[in-house]
T-cell receptor
Framework: RKEVEQDPGPFNVPEGATVAFNCTYS??????FFWYRQDCRKEPKLLMS???SGNEDGRFTAQLNRASQYISLLIRDSKLSDSATYLC????????????FGSGTRLSIRP | GAVVSQHPSWVICKSGTSVKIECRSL??????MFWYRQFPKQSLMLMAT?????????EQGVEKDKFLINHASLTLSTLTVTSAHPEDSSFYIC??????????????FGPGTRLTVL
């Protein structure tokens, strides 16, 4: 079983739609959780950290369920510029060191 | 935010040659840096942890004699792909962690180096 699992997609949705990504992790001792965004041929960029209580940043909402070892990302009112690969990232430590990447979920927003 | 640079951004070389990739933290010090490799349509795979002033820690399955890592200063780590072969062609990315205000930890990535071995 992979340490971090994601639905690879691709998700192809119209502009303005709401889309949700899910991620599960196998190490119950994991401490830190993140969503990164990666554009084609570019490095990953931090989208948001995920905290135990869940958090929201504009159109993006992240949730963490430690009991189920499950992380989610919700994108509302999707824009064309949201097209990218979204990477679920987990760290077994309290710091961001040695993070484990999921395989990523590709999202394509169509006009 | 903090900046991590990589050089070169791309390189094409002949099979059998060695290629050195530099990773620099431009405005912060990093005692630890990480090297990842990403093949097309796959996720980033951690290759090794680069430790300033000591030996790197390699992930299982990564040959330490093939991928030489040197972390000579608090702002520079180098990855040398020795005797590169076509199967080593990949996107190599480095990262450095930084603790921000409020004990918030974040990983900053370099822009990556695309290696093509002919």
């Amino acid at each position: 079983r992979k340490e971090v699992e994601q639905d690879p997609g691709p998700f192809n949705v119209p502009e303005g739609a709401t889309v949700a990504f899910n991620c599960t992790y196998s190490n119950s001792a994991s401490q830190s959780f993140f969503w990164y965004r990666q554009d084609c041929r570019k490095e990953p960029k931090l989208l948001m950290s995920v905290y135990s209580s869940g958090n929201e940043d504009g159109r993006f909402t992240a949730q963490l369920n430690r009991a189920s070892q499950y992380i989610s990302l919700l994108i509302r009112d999707s824009k064309l510029s949201d097209s990218a690969t979204y990477l679920c990232v987990v760290s077994p430590y309290s710091s961001a060191s040695k993070i484990i990447f999921g395989s990523g979920t590709r999202l394509s927003i169509r006009p | 935010g903090a900046v991590v640079s990589q050089h070169p951004s791309w390189v094409i070389c002949k099979s059998g040659t060695s290629v050195k990739i530099e990773c620099r933290s431009l405005d912060f010090q990093a005692t630890t840096m990480f090297w990842y490799r990403q093949f097309p349509k796959q996720s980033l795979m951690l290759m090794a942890t680069s430790n300033e002033g000591s030996k790197a820690t390699y992930e299982q399955g990564v040959e330490k004699d093939k991928f030489l890592i040197n972390h000579a200063s608090l702002t520079l780590s180098t990855l040398t792909v020795t005797s590169a072969h076509p199967e080593d062609s990949s996107f190599y990315i480095c990262s450095a962690p930084l603790t921000l205000a409020g004990d918030r930890n974040e990983q900053f990535f370099g822009p990556g180096t695309r290696l093509t071995v002919l």
